[in-house]
């Protein structure tokens, strides 16, 4: 895709909170995210930017020298980041710029030199008051201001300024002062720069080190939308391989976007007709378009189980064709999405990484979402919890205890694959979620039909709607209502 030509390397560190002691490498220190020391753990990371797109390259965990393992060495976070430059260099990456904060612009031995090694052009920055050596009768001066337009990603602009400092005479390595307020000089909006860079103007440098924020940007749209601190696992080896199959996930987006195409993009296709379709160019927006190209096929494994018990072979024709409509539009990266060794069980087991591990009233913040809002005034989060009360006393009056009859001998509805046959709050939810799936399928694959109007997914659907819904309560009267929609709340 980059075919050897070079990119701007970004190194940075991320950390997230863990709580206790168990996970490893966690340890009290400092969280970038958070802004303070918490218990945490800390991964330096190498992004790559290319043609205004941000993408993963490598990442390696800090180890705290109070949680080495037998097998460890001991390493700080610049000496990391020196050896992720190498093993980039070494796979044949080429680099114009390499871009990085303080911690690592102040650390002449470990990062910068090994920066001069390499022979790499960087910009860094550095803490306000860098130490610099003067020869004798030598002093510092601070050149004029110089005004320049601050060009953001989304091509918006800032007026900002730099100037030049030179500490003795001018040489290799330069240093900028780069600021918002010329006359207040604040501390949150007020960098200072080191560069080595041959004949970089002072505008290139106030806006190639402005390009550090996209980093910033990729770690947020990882947690974000990626899950990438959303794991339950203790294991180093674990975690690595959750975060390699974020990272993996971050770079098919950015893979998609105009930037990283080897030909213009041809024009829109008949999927950019879907009632949800996003016209936008950004990370985000490609990110939401994939999603909506394969649910077909996760929606198809989600609705397979109840094909076992009430066979429809409409349904299973309808998902059949718009899956061969949608695969003959895309990219062959879906291939595996219909490879016949994937089987809902291991989608299921897929899933099941996530581990269930309260009762009570956790259940309410963990599986329907008490915390979840975007919202700031009271009375609209109080009608939110309400909601989430709500479909807790649902599930549980649906409980054996709270009958008041003893319970009818098992129905059609237990043939499911995925029925639990506990008796716990958390057995009785996944079955409430399985009977309504056919409901909030529809809703989701109905946009589809809009697009390419399939009639055997129609009434494939309507057939096993009314199926279960005879052999349900009347609760679930609305979700046949015209009026209703599925919400991912």
């Not at 753990?41 to 390696?60: K, N, Q, R, S």
């Not at 091509?155 to 600021?179: C, D, F, M, P």
């Not at 979840?372 to 309400?386: N, P």
């Not at 129609?458 to 979700?479: A, E, P, R």
Request: proline share 6%; glycine share 6%; net charge positive.
């Amino acid at each position: 895709m980059i075919k050897g030509r070079p990119i701007i390397l970004i190194i940075d560190e991320t950390g997230d909170r863990k709580k206790g002691k168990s996970t490893d490498y966690v340890k009290r220190q400092y969280i970038g995210n958070l802004g303070k020391i918490e218990n945490g753990i800390v991964v330096v990371t190498a992004y790559g930017v290319f043609c205004g797109m941000t993408f993963p390259l490598l990442f390696e965990v800090y180890k705290p020298r109070e949680r080495l393992k037998p097998e460890d060495k001991y390493l700080t976070k610049p000496q990391i980041a020196a050896m992720l430059m190498r093993k980039l260099k070494s796979m044949g990456f080429k680099f114009n710029l390499v871009l990085a904060d303080s911690l690592y612009g102040e650390s002449g031995t470990n990062f910068i030199s090994v920066l001069d090694e390499m022979n790499l052009n960087y910009i860094v920055a550095i803490r306000s008051n860098h130490s610099v050596e003067l020869l004798p009768r030598q002093h510092t001066q601070y050149l004029e201001w110089q005004r320049f337009k601050r060009v953001f990603s989304d091509l918006s602009s800032e007026n900002r300024y730099i100037r030049e400092i030179v500490h003795g005479k001018r040489q290799e390595k330069r240093y900028w002062q780069i600021t918002t307020d010329i006359e207040k000089l604040p501390g949150n909006t007020t960098w200072y720069v080191m560069s080595k860079y041959p004949d970089i103007t002072p505008r290139d440098v106030g806006n190639f080190y402005g390009l550090r924020t996209w980093v910033e940007y990729g770690l947020k749209q990882s947690k974000n939308e990626l899950g990438w601190a959303d794991y339950r696992l203790t294991h180093y080896a674990d975690i690595e391989r959750w975060w390699e199959i974020v990272c993996s996930s971050y770079l098919m987006v950015s893979l998609h976007s105009e930037q990283m195409q080897s030909s213009p993009p041809k024009s829109p296709s008949k999927l950019a007709s879907h009632p949800w379709w996003d016209d936008g160019k950004g990370w985000k927006n490609i990110l939401n378009n994939l999603r909506l190209i394969i649910q077909p096929f996760t929606l198809f494994n989600l609705i397979f189980p109840w094909l076992t018990v009430f066979p429809i072979p409409q349904l299973s024709l309808g998902f059949s064709k718009l899956q061969s409509i949608i695969y003959n539009l895309t990219s062959s990266i879906f291939i595996s999405l219909t490879h016949p060794d994937i089987t809902p069980r291991d989608v299921g087991n897929f899933y099941g990484l996530r581990t269930w591990v309260e009762y009570g009233l956790k259940q309410s913040k963990n599986e329907l979402g008490w915390a979840d809002y975007r919202l700031t005034h009271y009375a609209d989060i109080e009608r939110w919890w309400e909601i989430v009360c709500s479909s807790y006393l649902m599930v549980s009056l649906h409980s054996e205890q709270m009958q008041s009859s003893p319970p009818k001998s098992p129905s059609k509805l237990a043939s499911h694959p995925w029925w639990d046959d506990g008796k716990g709050w958390k057995n009785i939810l996944n079955n409430l979620r399985l009977i309504i799936q056919p409901f909030t399928l529809f809703n989701l694959i109905f946009p589809w039909l809009t697009v390419f109007p399939i009639p055997q997914l129609s009434l494939g659907f309507s057939k096993l709607q009314s199926i279960i819904y005879n052999l349900t309560s009347s609760i679930f009267i609305s979700l046949t209502h015209p009026d209703f929609y599925f919400s991912s709340a």
